[in-house]
């Protein structure tokens, strides 16, 4: 059984940093694109930033130059460095892996992580 856990999140002021991480765990042969969605109340979910197997990265036009999202294959972990934090970073934060877990690729999701930006 596939599980992702998130970790990191947590109540910063406006231009404060955190941290998040994702790792995946369970019988996992090949782990794909990894990627961090959020959701702020009232909206849709938006992808936040995603990187590939090799590194490739892509981000959300409102993050570029602030957020940096990376990962550690060894680990099947991603993280999310999230800098110049703004109030409306605010959502609830997850973690999606397109992975293979013996039946083919498929996504899977973490809980979610809160992260509020307030002074």
């Known amino acids: 059984q596939v599980q992702l856990v998130e970790s990191g999140g947590g109540l910063v002021q406006p231009g404060g940093s955190l941290r998040l991480s994702c790792a995946a765990s369970?019988?996992?042969?090949?782990?794909?694109?990894m990627a961090w969605y959020r959701q702020a109340p009232g909206k849709q979910r938006e992808l936040v930033a995603a990187?590939?197997?090799?590194?490739?990265?892509n981000y959300a036009d409102s993050v570029k130059g602030r957020f940096t999202i990376s990962r550690d294959n060894a680990k099947n972990t991603v993280y999310l460095q999230m800098n110049s934090l703004k109030i409306e970073d605010t959502a609830v934060y997850y973690c999606?892996?397109?992975?293979?877990?013996?039946?083919?690729?498929?996504?899977?999701w973490g809980q979610g992580t809160q992260v509020t930006v307030s002074s």
């Open positions: 990187i590939s197997s090799g590194g490739s990265t």
């Open positions: 369970g019988s996992i042969f090949s782990v794909y694109v």
């Open positions: 999606k892996a397109d992975l293979d877990a013996g039946l083919g690729p498929y996504d899977y």
